[in-house]
């Protein structure tokens, strides 16, 4: 079958993309650029799925590329660890606001082993609120 779909590029795009663009030719719709070409019949955030169609009969349709899936992977996992690193520098921060909100100053470089050692001998409370960040250090 020599069918084409449009779809429009959001959160989900990759799944469907995928399942799609195994039978058939699919086109992923750079949103902000084919609602600037269609904005004139524009009524939601979300293109009309007709006004896609007509868009894509018309050879109108803004395309987002679409890397190869080796490098979709590659993002994904740049992705996740930027993730994972921002929420280690929140849970520090979350740690050291403790300490501070209780006047608790520990010397030493932080967050090496030796910090985080007496990070755990501190007293009972700051100790048990502590323990559960640092049990989510990535």
Do not use: C
Not at 58 to 74: F, K, Q, T
């Amino acid at each position: 079958m020599d069918a084409k779909i449009v779809i429009e590029s959001s959160s989900i795009w990759r799944h469907i993309y995928e399942l799609l663009s195994e039978r058939y030719q699919v086109v992923l719709a750079n949103p902000v650029k084919t609602k600037t070409i269609a904005s004139a019949k524009v009524r939601t955030d979300r293109l009309d799925p007709l006004m896609l169609a007509n868009l894509l009969r018309g050879g109108y349709i803004a395309e987002s590329y679409v890397p190869p899936r080796r490098v979709m992977d590659l993002r994904s996992m740049v992705r996740h660890r930027a993730s994972l690193v921002r929420l280690r520098t929140i849970l520090k921060n979350k740690i050291h606001a403790y300490l501070l909100m209780h006047g608790l100053k520990i010397e030493g470089t932080p967050f090496t082993k030796t910090y985080v050692d007496k990070l755990r001998s501190i007293h009972l409370q700051a100790r048990r609120l502590s323990e559960r960040y640092l049990r989510l250090e990535p």
